[in-house]
């Protein structure tokens, strides 16, 4: 079992920028990867940046060059920094874990709350 709780969401001005935490907590060592996910009003949920516990990253075009996620796979924690923040950056942004299992051979999804990040000047 796995819980996540996001933190570091707030109001900021277009070009700001702001750190996304977030802690795992229960069976840690079990996470094959962690990500951000993000979902505006009247959009669905869609990726931000993924990260595995070997250290690989993924992003979605609308935030490479601007956001670097990183993880502490000891601490289970996952961060996502955030440059040159925009209008369109506004939504909830949820913490996301895959926990994948080969005995039995299943996977495991986790999600957090969500925490809100609004930018507007």
């Known amino acids: 079992q796995v819980q996540l709780v996001e933190s570091g969401g707030g109001l900021v001005q277009p070009g700001g920028s702001l750190r996304l935490s977030c802690v795992a907590s229960g069976s840690i060592s079990t996470i094959n990867a962690m990500g951000w996910y993000r979902q505006a009003p009247g959009k669905q949920r869609e990726l931000v940046a993924t990260i595995t516990t070997g250290g690989i990253t993924n992003y979605a075009d609308s935030a490479k060059g601007r956001f670097t996620i990183s993880r502490d796979n000891a601490k289970g924690t996952v961060y996502l920094q955030m440059n040159s923040l925009k209008p369109e950056d506004t939504a909830v942004y949820y913490c996301?874990?895959?926990?994948?299992?080969?005995?039995?051979?299943?996977?495991?999804?986790?999600w957090g709350q969500g925490t809100q990040v609004t930018v507007s000047s």
């Open positions: 996301h874990a895959l926990r994948i299992t080969v005995a039995p051979l299943d996977s495991h999804n986790y």
